[in-house]
């Protein structure tokens, strides 16, 4: 198991989709996995620290979760095969160790709302894992970027809230 921070989300040119980039902790590998639109915004939402006024699919999760006494342990890139990426979730329930099948982007999403490592399986990141030209990198921010415009378009705001209320009533 090789431990992994998520580095950037990039957006393609080409296709709706985002690519999130996950660095190995240890060395300049970097592991690049498509992933859709919207588990790219609540990965880049959280890493921002934006709070929704109601509890989004992975805030949600972590809730259930929490609720039931199961703590993430950590998720895993577990497989690849073919295009396609495999993930674990790893669960302390009451002392024992479970784990469930997911979508990295899932994984990832849920991982960084609880803040647990995220790891990638050797051989995945052997098969897959790239290192960047020494020429190459990216100011801190620069790496979400992408997402600025939609984040800052949101309103968080809470019905009831007074200081939403009067910013609406200056308008």
């Not at 790893?90 to 999403?109: C, N």
């Amino acid at each position: 198991m090789i431990e992994v921070r998520v580095d950037s989300i990039r957006v393609s040119l080409v296709s709706a989709h985002r690519v999130v980039v996950l660095r190995d902790i240890a060395s300049p590998r970097y592991l690049p996995i498509w992933i859709g639109p919207f588990e790219a915004e609540a990965i880049a939402a959280e890493l921002q620290g934006v709070r929704a006024p109601r509890p989004m699919t992975h805030d949600l999760l972590k809730n259930v979760l929490a609720h039931l006494g199961a703590q993430v342990t950590h998720v895993m890139i577990t497989s690849l095969r073919g295009d396609t990426f495999y993930a674990r979730i790893f669960l302390d329930v009451g002392g024992q160790i479970t784990d469930i099948d997911s979508r990295p982007s899932d994984a990832i999403a849920l991982a960084v709302r609880t803040q647990s490592p995220i790891y990638v399986a050797e051989e995945v990141l052997a098969q897959a894992g790239l290192e960047p030209d020494p020429g190459i990198s990216l100011d801190e921010e620069d790496k979400l970027a992408p997402y600025r415009d939609f984040v800052e378009s949101l309103d968080l705001h809470l019905p009831g809230d007074e200081d939403a209320e009067k910013g609406e009533d200056e308008e």
